[in-house]
C-alpha cells in the first residue's frame, strides 16, 4: 500500500508539474505573441511616418522646382520687356536723330542763304570803302595827315583807358595786401604786449658790472648760456636787471636758478655755465617731483604712482589759458571733494580724479589727441582705476560718462575756469605757435635742438655737426622757412637761423 501510495504520488505530482508547466509555457507564449504584435504595430507606426515624412519632402520639392520655373519664366519674361524697352528706345532715338537731321538741313539752308546775304554785304562795304578812299586820294597832304593824327589819337586813349583800368584793379589789389600786411603786424605787436607778462622773467643784479661779466668777452658766455637752456636773455639799458625771455616757464626757471648760481659764484665761462645748467636740471627734476609729492600729501591722495606724482609737479610750470595748472588742478579737487560730500559719493575718488583731470597737458610730446583722452591713457599706464579714468576722459565730453564722478569733475572745471579774470585765451594761443615751431625744426633729420625766441620771431636751430654739413644747414634753413611759411600761421615774419657747431672733446686719464 505504501509502493502503490508513492506511485500514485509520483503520477499525481507529475501532472501537476506537466500542468504547471505547460500553463508557464503557454503564458510566455501568449507574452511574446503580445510582444510581436506590439513591435508590429510599431514598425507600422514608423513605416508609416516615414511614408509621410517622404512624401512630404517630396511634395515641397515639388513646390520648390515648380516655383524655380516660375522665377524663371519670370526672369525670362522679364528680360522680354527690358529687350522690348530697349528696342523702343532705340527706335524714339532713331526717329530724334531723324527729326534732328531735317531740323539740321533746314538750318543748314538757313545759314546758306544768309551767308548769300552777308556776301552781299560785304561787296557793298567793299565798294563803299572804294568810294572812300577815291575821295581821299585827292585830298591834301595836310587834310590826309590830319586824318590820320585823328584815328591814331582815338586808338591811343582806347590803349590808355585799358591799360589805367589794369592799373587801378592791380593798385586796388596791392592796396587790400599792403592793409591786411599793416593790420597783421599791429595784432602781432598787441598780442606780443598781452602774451610778454607770462613769457618772460626779471633777473635782477646788483650792479651793471656784472652784466659785462654775463655777456662775456664778445658775448661768448650770453650765447652758451642761450644754447644751453633755450632761453633768449635780453640785456638792455634797464638798470641791475636782465630779462628771461621763453615761452616754456621750466626753461626759464632753470636759466634764472643757473643765472643766480652763476653770479653767486663768481665763475662765468661756457664751460661752468653748461656744467651749472646740467646740475641746475637736475635739481629742478627733484623740485618738481618733492611738489608733486606735497601737494599730494596736502591733498591727502595716497597711493599715486611715482611718475604721475612727477607730473603733478611739473604743473606748477604749465598754465592753462593764462591759468596755472597746479593751482587750477588744486582747485578742482577741492571742490570735487566737496561736492562728492555733499552728493554722498567717494571723496578721495572725486578729489583724485580732479586732481590727475588735466595731466594729459603736461607731457612736452603733444600727439594729435585731446588732453583729456591722452590724460586718460596716462593715468591708465600707471594703473589708476576706471572711475578715475572716466572721469579724466569724460570731462571734455569727447567719452561718455559712465560714474557719477566724471559729472563732478567737468562741472568744478569749468567753476574753476570760468571765474573772472582766470583764464586768457591768447596766451594759449601764443604758446601752442611757439611749441608748433620748434616741433617742425625738430622735425628734420640731424636737428639736436630748436628754439623759438622773440614772441616766435625768430627760430634758432642747432644740428649735429656730424650729420649736417655746411651746405646743409643753409638748405635746412630754407627748408625750414619755406614749411613755416606754407603750412603754419603767424603774424608778421618769421627768421630762420641755422647754427652748426663742431666741438671735440677728449678725456686726459
Not at 592799373?167 to 591786411?180: F, P, Q, T, V
Amino acid at each position: 500500500m505504501d509502493i502503490l501510495g508513492i506511485i500514485i504520488g509520483l503520477i499525481v505530482g507529475g501532472g501537476g508539474a506537466f500542468a504547471t508547466q505547460r500553463w508557464i509555457v503557454g503564458n510566455k507564449v501568449k507574452k511574446r505573441i503580445s510582444e510581436a504584435e506590439n513591435e508590429a504595430d510599431r514598425i507600422k507606426k514608423e513605416r508609416m511616418l516615414q511614408a509621410k515624412e517622404n512624401f512630404l519632402k517630396l511634395k515641397e520639392e515639388h513646390e520648390d522646382n515648380i516655383k524655380e520655373r516660375e522665377r524663371r519664366m519670370q526672369s525670362n519674361e522679364d528680360r522680354i520687356r527690358s529687350k522690348e524697352k530697349s528696342i523702343n528706345q532705340k527706335l524714339e532715338e532713331l526717329n530724334r536723330k531723324e527729326k534732328d537731321l531735317e531740323r539740321t538741313q533746314g538750318d543748314l539752308s538757313q545759314k546758306t542763304s544768309s551767308l548769300e546775304v552777308r556776301l552781299q554785304e560785304l561787296d557793298k562795304i567793299q565798294q563803299k570803302r572804294v568810294a572812300e578812299l577815291s575821295k581821299i586820294s585827292i585830298l591834301q597832304p595836310e587834310e590826309a595827315k590830319k586824318m590820320l593824327m585823328d584815328a591814331l589819337v582815338d586808338e591811343a586813349r582806347t590803349a590808355a583807358m585799358v591799360q589805367i583800368k589794369e592799373i587801378s584793379e592791380e593798385a586796388k589789389l596791392n592796396a587790400n595786401r599792403e592793409a591786411r600786411r599793416i593790420v597783421i603786424q599791429t595784432i602781432q605787436r598787441v598780442a606780443t604786449e598781452q602774451a610778454i607778462e607770462n613769457a618772460v622773467s626779471v633777473f635782477n643784479i646788483e650792479s651793471d658790472e656784472v652784466k659785462g661779466r654775463i655777456i662775456g668777452r664778445e658775448g661768448r658766455n650770453i650765447r652758451a648760456l642761450e644754447a644751453a637752456t633755450g632761453v633768449e636773455i635780453i640785456v638792455d639799458d634797464t638798470p641791475e636787471a636782465i630779462i628771461l625771455s621763453c615761452f616754456d616757464p621750466i626753461r626759464r626757471e632753470i636759466a634764472r636758478l643757473s643765472l643766480h648760481q652763476l653770479v653767486s659764484d663768481g665763475r662765468i665761462h661756457p664751460a661752468r655755465i653748461e656744467e651749472v645748467v646740467a646740475k641746475t636740471k637736475k635739481n629742478l627734476d627733484e623740485e618738481i617731483a618733492e611738489t608733486g609729492r606735497r601737494t599730494c600729501i596736502d591733498l591727502e591722495i595716497h597711493g599715486l604712482h611715482p611718475e604721475l606724482m612727477r607730473m603733478v609737479g611739473r604743473m606748477k610750470y604749465r598754465s592753462s589759458y593764462g591759468q596755472n595748472l597746479l593751482q587750477h588742478s588744486r582747485e578742482v579737487a577741492n571742490l570735487c571733494a566737496i561736492m562728492a560730500a555733499e552728493l554722498g559719493l567717494n571723496v578721495k575718488v572725486a578729489k583724485r580724479a580732479g586732481l590727475l583731470h588735466d595731466i594729459g597737458k603736461v607731457p612736452d610730446e603733444e600727439p594729435e589727441l585731446p588732453h583729456a583722452i591722452l590724460g586718460m591713457k596716462i593715468a591708465e599706464k600707471f594703473g589708476e582705476k576706471p572711475d578715475v579714468l572716466n572721469a579724466i576722459g569724460a570731462h571734455h565730453d569727447e567719452i561718455e560718462m559712465k560714474t557719477l564722478i566724471s559729472p563732478i569733475v567737468q562741472v568744478c572745471d569749468a567753476i574753476s575756469g570760468a571765474r573772472p579774470g582766470a583764464r586768457r585765451e591768447i596766451v594759449e594761443a601764443y604758446i601752442k605757435r611757439i611749441k608748433e615751431l620748434e616741433n617742425l625744426a625738430l622735425s628734420y633729420d640731424g636737428v639736436g635742438s630748436a628754439y623759438a625766441i622773440q614772441a616766435g620771431r625768430e627760430l634758432r636751430v642747432l644740428v649735429e655737426a656730424e650729420k649736417v654739413t655746411d651746405q646743409r644747414a643753409e638748405e635746412l634753413s630754407f627748408a625750414i622757412s619755406q614749411r613755416i611759411q606754407t603750412e603754419m600761421t603767424y603774424p608778421g615774419q618769421v627768421k630762420v637761423t641755422v647754427i652748426r657747431e663742431k666741438r671735440s672733446v677728449n678725456y686726459a686719464k
